[in-house]
């Protein structure tokens, strides 16, 4: 039995019994990991306060190979993300951020800077104001990038003609867009000259800035959809996420 420390990020708890909780979490070192906090519900117990979904915490655990679930020893908290409580836009926002990652990624391999984006994402969802939603797109757009599937969003597809201010035809599939031209027999989900201009600009941003965007009612939807037709195109039984759900019966 070996003794690990590390970061991690609460994903999800689950009720293992009267006192005790199973916790999903992501790891700076160890990728996905499954711990019970035996006691953890008990009110005296040394875990109190650090349990909370979507918490920055340190962790020190019991691993045994070839076994789902280890033994949670100390935990820590970095950072509580304490405007989240009670505030359900940041909650959710929060929640479709890490479900995301929980369904696409698999196994114990470590990424720091996945780690890294969550965690500046959720510290922008607790400590900024403005369109949230966007905070959101930020981690969708360079979570796509450090997947190894980002989109090709300047230059058509087909003919290899600059995209601009005509906007273009989305292909999930083939990870960028048609041109105007292409993609009037090709195809797609249309994207306007507009809304592409948001998708630049999140790729080039400050995590925090992004909240100040103020897109369309149209623009919002494209790029709604656009995230939602390339998730489920590259991500193997990904259907819609619950928490965006939540959100989007709340700011539809």
Same mark, same amino acid.
């Given at each position: 039995?070996?003794?690990?420390?590390?970061?991690?990020?609460?994903?999800?708890?689950?009720?293992? @019994?009267?006192?005790?909780?199973?916790?999903? *979490?992501?790891?700076?070192?160890?990728?996905?990991? %499954?711990?019970?906090?035996?006691?953890?519900?008990?009110?005296? =117990?040394?875990?109190?306060?650090?349990?909370?979904?979507? @918490?920055?915490?340190?962790?020190?655990?019991?691993?045994?190979?070839?076994?789902?679930?280890?033994?949670?020893?100390?935990?820590?908290? #970095? =950072?509580? &993300?304490?405007?989240? #409580? +009670? !505030?359900?836009?940041?909650?959710?926002?929060?929640?479709?951020?890490?479900?995301?990652?929980?369904?696409?990624?698999?196994?114990?391999?470590?990424?720091?800077?996945?780690?890294?984006?969550?965690?500046?994402?959720?510290?922008?969802?607790?400590?900024?104001? +403005?369109?949230?939603?966007?905070?959101?797109?930020?981690?969708?757009?360079?979570?796509?990038? $450090?997947?190894g599937y980002k989109p090709t969003?300047?230059?058509? *597809? =087909?003919? +290899?003609?600059?995209?601009?201010? !005509?906007?273009?035809?989305? &292909?999930? &599939? @083939?990870?960028?867009? *048609?041109?105007?031209r292409c993609g009037s027999t090709?195809? +797609?989900?249309?994207?306007?000259?507009?809304?592409?201009?948001?998708?630049?600009? $999140?790729?080039?941003?400050?995590?925090?800035?992004?909240?100040? $965007?103020?897109?369309?009612?149209?623009?919002?939807?494209?790029?709604? %959809?656009?995230?939602?037709?390339?998730?489920?195109?590259?991500?193997?039984?990904?259907?819609?996420?619950?928490?965006?759900? #939540?959100?989007?019966?709340?700011?539809?």
């Amino acid at each position: 039995m070996a003794i690990l420390k590390t970061e991690a990020i609460i994903l999800k708890t689950y009720k293992l @019994s009267e006192t005790s909780l199973i916790l999903l *979490l992501y790891t700076r070192d160890h990728g996905k990991l %499954k711990v019970v906090a035996k006691g953890a519900r008990d009110p005296k =117990s040394k875990f109190k306060g650090c349990m909370e979904l979507l @918490s920055h915490v340190h962790i020190i655990y019991y691993e045994k190979k070839n076994r789902d679930l280890q033994l949670l020893s100390q935990a820590s908290l #970095i =950072s509580a &993300q304490k405007n989240m #409580i +009670g !505030d359900v836009e940041r909650t959710t926002l929060g929640l479709a951020a890490a479900e995301l990652l929980n369904k696409a990624v698999a196994g114990e391999e470590a990424f720091a800077k996945l780690f890294d984006l969550l965690g500046a994402t959720l510290e922008t969802l607790n400590t900024t104001r +403005g369109f949230l939603e966007a905070v959101l797109w930020y981690f969708e757009s360079h979570f796509i990038d $450090l997947m190894g599937y980002k989109p090709t969003w300047d230059t058509c *597809l =087909s003919c +290899g003609q600059s995209l601009g201010v !005509d906007g273009g035809y989305f &292909q999930a &599939q @083939s990870g960028g867009l *048609l041109c105007s031209r292409c993609g009037s027999t090709g195809g +797609g989900l249309v994207i306007q000259g507009e809304t592409l201009e948001i998708l630049y600009y $999140l790729q080039r941003a400050l995590l925090p800035e992004t909240a100040q $965007l103020h897109p369309t009612p149209g623009q919002k939807a494209e790029i709604r %959809k656009m995230f939602d037709l390339y998730f489920r195109a590259h991500i193997e039984h990904l259907n819609r996420l619950n928490a965006l759900d #939540i959100y989007y019966r709340m700011h539809d």
